[in-house]
Nanobody, 125 residues
Framework: QVQLVESGGGLVQAGGSLRVSCAAS????????MGWFRQAPGKEREFVAA????????YYADSVKGRFSISRDNAKNTVYLQMNSLRPEDTGVYYC??????????????????WGQGTQVTVSS
């Protein structure tokens, strides 16, 4: 069983930056590919970014490429999402998710084993 706790959300002006974190419980964090998803009001949850468990390959949604960066610190059981040049359309609840030994695909919510409760990110115009 893995528990995921997101933090770092908040209110930021358009063009600003924010880093959200996801801390995982358990001793096998390095065996999990980690993903970030978001859900805006009235919209379906969508993929944002992912990092693979074995080679740390990263994947991004087209809408965030060049602005967001995902990273992980296995010693701290934590995955990060650095968000730069934020836009109002980035507003939503950001969820992290964990998939044990999963290599691909990482851009679909199906296949992730555990989910956090989410952290709110609001970008004002």
């Amino acid at each position: 069983q893995v528990q995921l706790v997101e933090s770092g959300g908040g209110l930021v002006q358009a063009g600003g930056s924010l880093r959200v974190s996801c801390a995982a419980s358990g001793r096998t964090f390095s065996s999990y590919s980690m993903g970030w998803f978001r859900q805006a009001p009235g919209k379906e949850r969508e993929f944002v970014a992912a990092i693979r468990w074995n080679d740390r390959s990263t994947y991004y949604a087209d809408s965030v490429k060049g602005r967001f960066s995902i990273s992980r610190d296995n010693a701290k059981n934590t995955v990060y999402l650095q968000m730069n040049s934020l836009r109002p359309e980035d507003t939503g609840v950001y969820y992290c998710a964990a998939a044990l030994y999963r290599s691909h695909p990482l851009s679909t919510s199906r296949g992730y084993d555990y989910w956090g409760q989410g952290t709110q990110v609001t970008v004002s115009s």
